[in-house]
């Protein structure tokens, strides 16, 4: 079993930055690939950011490519998601999940454990 516990979001502003964290814990992490989802009021969840296991590979949603950054500390158990310049439209609630392989996806049900998830709310 795998429990994950996002922090970091919050309110800002236009064109601010978050910091979003999410700590595993249960089983070896370092061997799980780890994606950041969100979801907005009304809309599907959706794929954000992916980091592979071993080669750390990254991949993003085009709507936050150069402006997220996906990372992980193996040693901590934790992954990042750096938010800059952000925009109304970024207002979700952010998830985080783990996918039991080393590759990453940018499939939501090929993730098997998720977080409950943090709020991201970018005033305008």
């Known amino acids: 079993q795998v429990q994950l516990a996002e922090s970091g979001g919050g309110l800002v502003q236009t064109g601010g930055s978050l910091r979003l964290s999410c700590a595993a814990s249960?089983?070896?992490?370092?061997?799980?690939?780890m994606g950041w989802f969100r979801q907005a009021p009304g809309e599907e969840r959706e794929f954000v950011a992916s980091?592979?296991?071993?080669?750390?590979?990254?991949n993003y949603a085009e709507s936050v490519k150069g402006r997220f950054t996906i990372s992980r500390d193996n040693a901590k158990n934790t992954v990042y998601l750096q938010m800059n310049s952000l925009k109304p439209e970024d207002t979700a609630v952010y998830y985080c999940?783990?996918?039991?392989?080393?590759?990453?996806?940018?499939?939501?049900?090929?993730?098997?454990?998720w977080g409950q998830g943090t709020q991201v709310t970018v005033s305008s």
């Open positions: 999940a783990a996918r039991t392989r080393a590759l990453s996806s940018r499939l939501r049900y090929e993730y098997e454990y």
């Open positions: 249960g089983r070896t992490f370092s061997n799980f690939a």
């Open positions: 980091i592979s296991a071993g080669t750390g590979f990254t």
